[in-house]
């Protein structure tokens, strides 16, 4: 997993940047340097040293410090690396405005889907989907829980995974389970980085922050993802979408 981080930290240009506002919010973290990017924000279960020491200080820090934390086992200073890392990616010359359902009904229509966190449109795909397992780390309803993945992903078509699992050090694991799948990876933590499909990811589907203050007005105020307005979810492929 330490590989994948590392070449998503040496694929930008963070120069002698800092950021020029951090916050951590809720449910997503922003950070503004060259752009703005956000992240969901991940709490660790309660325990010694699961804190941001660095709290109070983080904007005189330089921006590759904050970029770098995305390697901490904090997984709340893990959060604001990821959305340090998006806030110094460029953006895609190329990509597809709009929301990335269609393509997975399209692309699991009558397949085995596989998705790892429980995106609240899940229920949508239980009738065209052959098979749909839902996985999370706290199950509800008909979700299966995390440990499953090895018994399931390697029976599925199609799999979508969040952005957080490039956080908390899970995506390599749910990569090997799954090679022969078509993979999304969705949310707004993903970073807009052909990276991705180096590990064999076929789409990225993120966000494109229009208005950052609007956007983190709305974070410092409790907001969460599905409240955010001033964005747009755009979509980029390893090949053709």
């Known amino acids: 997993m330490i590989k994948i981080k590392n070449d998503l930290i040496n694929s930008v240009n963070a120069g002698d940047l800092s950021a020029d506002e951090v916050n951590i919010g809720a449910h997503l973290t922003y950070v503004q340097s060259r752009y703005c990017g956000i992240a969901s924000t991940i709490c660790d279960d309660h325990g010694p040293n699961k804190n941001v020491t660095e709290a109070g200080s983080l904007e005189s820090l330089p921006l590759i410090e904050l970029v770098n934390f995305l390697k901490s086992d904090v997984l709340l200073k893990a959060s604001l690396g990821m959305a340090a890392l998006n806030s110094v990616i460029d953006p895609p010359k190329t990509y597809e405005a709009g929301n990335a359902f269609q393509l997975i009904k399209s692309k699991s229509d009558g397949k085995n889907l596989g998705i790892i966190g429980h995106f609240h449109f899940v229920d949508k795909f239980t009738d ?65 980085s052909p990276v991705l499909f180096d590990y064999g990811i076929d789409v990225v589907a993120g966000v494109k922050i229009l208005k950052c203050a609007q956007v983190n007005r709305f974070i410092r105020q409790g907001a969460n993802f599905r409240q955010l307005p001033g964005l747009e979810l755009v979509m980029m492929g390893k090949d053709k979408i």
């Open 128 to 192: 065209s989907a052959k098979k749909c397992w839902v996985f999370e780390k706290l199950p509800r309803g008909n979700d299966l829980p995390a440990h499953k993945i090895s018994e399931y992903l390697p029976e599925c078509d199609v799999v979508v995974i969040t952005g957080q699992t490039i956080i908390n050090n899970t995506l390599a694991e749910i990569l090997s389970y799954s090679q022969r799948a078509f993979k999304i990876m969705l949310g707004p933590s993903v970073p807009l």
